[in-house]
């Protein structure tokens, strides 16, 4: 998977770089408008990471004239300033999701990657480990024993199970799990994590739910 | 009012109106019973001028018969003769036997005299007698008349002139006062303009146009808040930059420790996390003051809004805030009736949010926090009340202010809770505001949605 990353700021960039690097992408960097819109209409990338603050050409003019030129590669868009407008003016102009400053990386790494499953089948049936989470039926079971879910656990459940394998942040969970955000109680989350902790975990020697400290959450058979 | 500028204007100009007219008339009485004097003399010498060519004649009885038979409808006139010896030569007949009271002694010195006496025939002696006593060759002689008439002139005099002193300072109160009250009317458009003036201040203050002392002060004030106004969006531009700019090194810092995270065996790395953390509540911090911002320049996004429905809007979050609250032993409950509004769901949870964080941040374990929601007086209400220790009277309002944050409690806030969702509801035409009958209780309100009408169904 090869990710554009078209960034001025060289703080932000770099570890956006590294950190995709470290996921495993192939990434290529812009630090400025001309020079991103140049690769991205040269290379067929993936995912393009796009910041609206350019020199020379901003993001949302790149992001016009990749359009323009027929490209439809998914393109997220990063933002430091008003929030709802550059969200509306974003996804006006083709981008394809959008992540306002500050954002934890974390969240940067979901949503690339909830880009490249797009168009992808889902899955109703999602398996972690001896953990299986019925999308249909809305059931779960782990070790064959079936397990009994409040409706607001198993959307929990579904959602780390989604993502299985990637750490998401309570942010993420608050917003689409509960579909809005509680900022100050974020640890709404904890405390659900900690019922669907007591109900998949405890009974078991192997831990499925880990905590990221500073991070978030994430489902996976191997720590 | 009852201090008013006009009212003690008016009061001035009467007081000062009643002493001067008060004065004058004194001036004027006085004057005026001098001349009468004046004149009742000249009298008194004419007749004994005349008296002088009759005296010692056979034609004094009848001289003075006629003089002073002329009363009726003149002043009353005596007069008595007699020899150097003090024998009685000749007197008219209303003297009495005794004779008129008076100091005798005064004519025997030879100089004439002027006395003045009560008229006997007068109750209180209210009628007074004014008489000379001289000589006239060999005799002695007196000579007096009353001063009836001057006495009825000048009481008449004093009630007229009392009577106008009376309407002149009425009217000169009444007119102070109106021309007051005139004066005064741009003052009481700029106190309402004034009131009507947001928290900016946008807005100035009328003008007249007249140049006098009042419009002059209009334009001194808005100059005034022309420059309160400059300063205020002056630290606003700034925190609002300063917020803004604390967005970039924000990402880059949570990145670089995220990625030092991933690199420790399963987040083993205590003091990235602990820093990531930090940085979290700093980001918290930096957005809240950003939405602060933006909510109270009234620059934010076009309201987006919609019917909402404040009962249907609470009870999810009162819901998902059940497990905080029973964490802390809290007791936490929703009920009340439906209540439609237009304003944006998204922000008037996040004030609900915020005085339900509040409530439950200050209620110690046992307590209670309750939501209640109704429609009151063309508003529609949220109260939030918590058995907490409650708040001062004098904390009400301060409670609103940034980063005003006494009451302890279990955590500490940002200190922009509560101003953020005050911001909220003026935003849409509403308003928080705290009491404290006992624990501490926040009320949040809207204005009904205009038709009242239904909330359509989620």
Known sequence: MRVLVVEDELRVRSFVERGLREAGFAVDVAVDGE????????????????????????????????????????????????????????????????????????????????????????????????????????????????????????????????????????????????????????????????????????????????????????????? | MNRSIRLRIALAVFTVVVSLVALQIVYVLNRFSRSFRDEADDRLEDYVEDLGVVVGTEHLDAWIAQTTNTRGHED????????????????????????????????????????????????????????????????????????????????????????????????????????????????????????????????????????????????????????????????????????????????????????????????????????????????????????LEKLESGLGESHARERLDLLALARPIVDHLKVIAEEREVSLECHGESAAVDADATQTRQAILNLLDNALRHTPAGGKVSVEVGARAGFAELAVADSGRGLPADQLERVFERFYSTRAGSGAGTGLGLPIARAIARSFGGDVTASSPDGARFVLRLPLAADGGSVPSA
């Open chain 2, 76 to 291: 009353e006139v005596f007069i008595e003769v007699r020899d150097a010896n003090g024998a009685l030569v000749a007197r008219s007949k209303n003297v009495p036997e005794a004779g008129f009271p008076g100091t005798h002694a005064v004519g025997r010195s030879g100089a004439p005299a002027f006395w003045e006496f009560a008229h006997p025939s007068a109750r209180n002696g209210a009628r007074l007698m004014r008489a000379l006593e001289t000589t006239v060759g060999p005799f002695h002689v007196r000579v007096g008349m009353d001063l009836e008439e001057m006495q009825r002139r000048y009481r008449s005099l004093r009630k007229n002139l009392i009577t106008s002193l009376v309407l002149i300072a009425l009217v000169g109160a009444l007119a102070a006062y109106w021309v007051a009250a005139r004066a005064l009317l741009p003052v009481a458009r700029i106190a309402a303009q004034a009131r009507a003036l947001g928290g900016l201040p946008d807005g100035t203050l009328p003008r007249t146009g007249s140049g006098d002392e009042i419009d002059r002060l209009a334009g001194v004030l808005n100059d005034l808040l022309q420059r309160i106004r400059e300063e205020v969006l002056r630290v606003r531009r700034l925190t609002a930059d300063a917020a803004h700019a604390l967005r970039t090194p924000l990402t880059a810092i949570r990145g670089h420790l995220e990625l030092q995270a991933a690199a420790s065996p399963d987040g083993a790395n205590e003091h990235v996390a602990t820093a990531i953390e930090q940085v979290d509540e700093l980001t918290r911090f930096v957005n809240r003051l950003l939405l």
């Open chain 1, 35 to 223: 020079d991103g819109l140049r690769l991205a209409l040269v290379n067929p990338y993936d995912v393009i990471v796009l910041d609206l603050m350019l020199p020379k050409r901003d993001g949302l003019s790149v992001l016009r004239e990749l359009r323009s030129a027929g490209r439809a590669t998914p393109v997220l868009v990063l933002s430091a300033r008003d929030e709802v407008d550059d969200r509306v003016r974003g996804l006006d102009a083709g981008a394809d999701d959008y992540l306002p400053k500050p954002f934890a990386f974390a969240e940067l790494l979901a949503r690339v990657r909830a880009l490249l499953r797009r168009g992808t089948a889902r899955p109703s049936l999602l398996e972690v480990g001896d953990l299986r989470v019925d999308l249909l039926s809305r059931k779960a079971e782990r070790a064959g024993s079936k397990l009994d879910l409040t409706q607001k656990e198993f959307a929990l459940l579904e959602y780390l199970a989604r993502h299985a394998g990637e750490v998401v942040t309570r942010t993420m969970i608050s917003e689409h799990v509960w579909d809005m955000n509680f900022d100050s109680f974020s640890n709404v989350i904890d405390v659900y994590i900690r019922y669907l902790r007591r109900k998949i975990d405890e009974p078991f020697e192997k831990k499925l739910i880990h905590t990221r400290r500073g991070v978030g959450y994430m489902l996976s058979a191997t720590p």
